[in-house]
């Protein structure tokens, strides 16, 4: 393990070598974002094979395992010292779609520098996730010894779902992941806009479709048929204070403790500020701690769209026979989601409608030891860096490689943003600010996972 002075001597030397290749760094961010990689779209599927053949394309990486949409690579012999601790990385190179038109300032396939108090760059994928991907790459180009063994998987399929990601992880489980100790994924944001903050929980995700028949064909006059019939829409799933209506579902949610509840007060976290980066005029809870409670803690259900009503521009007063409602409930650890298709509450209706549930996409909630020796490196990394201790936060949203790799390969799993909570993911506008934090990330796991005269 290093000294202190050699290792503060590095540390500057490093943190010196990334200022004064700033330029390079960009110009390599900006030939990514210029790649429309848009998964989501199959017919710019070319395109996501291009963004794939750019990243498996880079000096020194040896591409071990190449899959038409994902990457198993490794850094050669350069980093495949039997002493050091094996880290993987995993990120993707898949973008949302995105378009000038519906509220981007710039062009989201040209990163813009704009200077407003600090250096933004932005572009879509410029934080979600090719920044960060390439971040991860220019912190190794920066050592002239990588002081950990380090392999990557990335990825360009995430934003559709990770298609294939789970079975080719258990198919090298005994393969490529057979000398990883530790996983690491930089995949979300901070939840201020300042502050750092270390991942350590995500919710669970699952997408529900129920579906409402009323009758063998649309119902051309509402006004002939209305009050008469048993109409397919649906009713409210939640009351004005977003409580989901339906019974039992908080039943297997665990009660709060007051030592969590505390731990909710100390987050900074500006109400204000967060409002405006989510670009509403009110929250449904008025204090920090009810607000964060219902981000992480507890679950929430949002209704994404109905089809069979109508829904173009106009009026047509007709009466549908059939609706699929879907929506999507984020789950918390514990929680049964068998209550959600074993519903009692419709046949209660007396309704002679036929009612279809089914549940075709689900994440479950991922949770890690927030004690774990990377988190203990990753804390330090930020207070060397940002100069403040972090927050340990969980997601609201799902992560599910997170609980994917975890499962699969049976390591340790940390989540590690450097992204602050205005850089807009899956939004418009959305960009990224330079860090350091990775390289720092490096030396505080060398100095915690290296063992004693080895270094």
Same mark, same amino acid.
């Given at each position: @393990? ?14 010196? $070598? @990334? ?34 053949? !750019? ?9 071990? !395992? +190449? ?27 898949? /973008? ?25 760059? $932005? ?22 010894? /990588? ?11 995430? *934003? ?11 198919? #090298? ?34 997408? /529900? ?10 119902? +051309? ?49 500006? !109400?204000?500020?967060?409002? &405006? ?20 803690? $507890? ?7 109905? *089809? ?26 514990h929680m049964d989601l068998l209550v959600v298709k074993e519903q009692g509450v419709f046949s209660k209706r007396n309704s002679p409608n036929k009612l279809k549930v089914s549940m075709p996409l689900g994440a479950k909630p991922w949770l890690a030891d927030a004690n774990d020796l990377l988190y203990k490196a990753a804390r330090r990394a930020i207070k060397l860096v940002f100069g403040e201790d972090p927050d ?32 807009? *993911?899956?939004?418009? &506008? ?13 030396? #505080? ?11």
């Amino acid at each position: @393990v290093m000294s202190s002075s050699s290792s503060s001597a590095l540390e500057m030397e490093i943190f010196q $070598y @990334v200022d004064a290749h700033q330029s390079d760094f960009i110009k390599g961010l900006k030939e990514w974002v210029a790649v429309e990689s848009n998964s989501v779209q199959p017919h710019l599927r070319k395109e996501v094979m291009q963004m794939m053949a !750019l990243a498996a394309d880079l000096q020194h990486w040896e591409p071990l !395992l +190449i899959y038409p949409l994902i990457a198993f690579c490794d850094l050669g012999e350069w980093g495949k010292d039997p002493q050091n601790p094996t880290v993987c990385f995993y990120s993707h190179v898949d /973008v949302q779609p995105a378009k000038k038109e519906v509220g981007w300032n710039t062009d989201p396939y040209t990163l813009t520098e704009i200077y407003f108090l600090i250096r933004n760059l $932005y572009g879509c994928g410029a934080t979600d996730n090719k920044g960060p991907v390439l971040a991860w790459i220019n912190t190794v180009e920066t050592f002239r010894a /990588v002081p950990v063994n380090f392999k990557f998987v990335i990825e360009s399929m995430e *934003e559709a779902g990770s298609l294939e990601l789970e079975k080719l992880l258990d198919e #090298e489980n005994q393969g490529f992941f057979s000398d990883v100790d530790h996983i690491v994924i930089s995949e979300n944001l901070w939840l201020s806009n300042k502050k750092p903050d270390l991942t350590y929980g995500s919710r669970g995700n699952a997408l /529900v479709l129920v579906q409402v028949g009323c009758g063998s064909k649309d119902l +051309i006059h509402s006004g002939t048929f209305g009050s008469i019939i048993h109409e397919p829409l649906l009713d409210s799933l939640v009351d004005s204070t977003d409580y989901i209506q339906i019974p039992g579902i908080y039943d297997s949610v665990a009660a709060l403790t007051e030592e969590e509840r505390k731990l909710y007060e100390s987050i900074e976290f500006d !109400l204000e500020e967060h409002r &405006n980066n989510c670009g509403v005029k009110k929250f449904l809870y008025g204090t920090k701690e009810e607000i964060l409670l219902h981000l992480w803690y $507890y679950p929430s259900l949002s209704v994404h769209r109905i *089809e069979g009503a109508f829904h173009e521009p106009g009026i047509k007063t007709v009466i549908p026979a059939k609706v699929i409602g879907k929506f999507s409930i984020h789950h918390v650890p514990h929680m049964d989601l068998l209550v959600v298709k074993e519903q009692g509450v419709f046949s209660k209706r007396n309704s002679p409608n036929k009612l279809k549930v089914s549940m075709p996409l689900g994440a479950k909630p991922w949770l890690a030891d927030a004690n774990d020796l990377l988190y203990k490196a990753a804390r330090r990394a930020i207070k060397l860096v940002f100069g403040e201790d972090p927050d340990f936060i969980c997601d609201g949203s799902t992560i599910p490689v997170a609980r994917m790799f975890q499962t699969v390969t049976q390591r340790s799993v940390t989540i590690l943003p450097i992204g602050a909570a205005d850089d807009g *993911e899956h939004s418009q &506008n959305e960009k990224i600010r330079g860090t350091k934090l990775f390289a720092a990330f490096f030396l #505080e796991i060398e100095n915690d996972l290296i063992p004693s005269g080895v270094k």
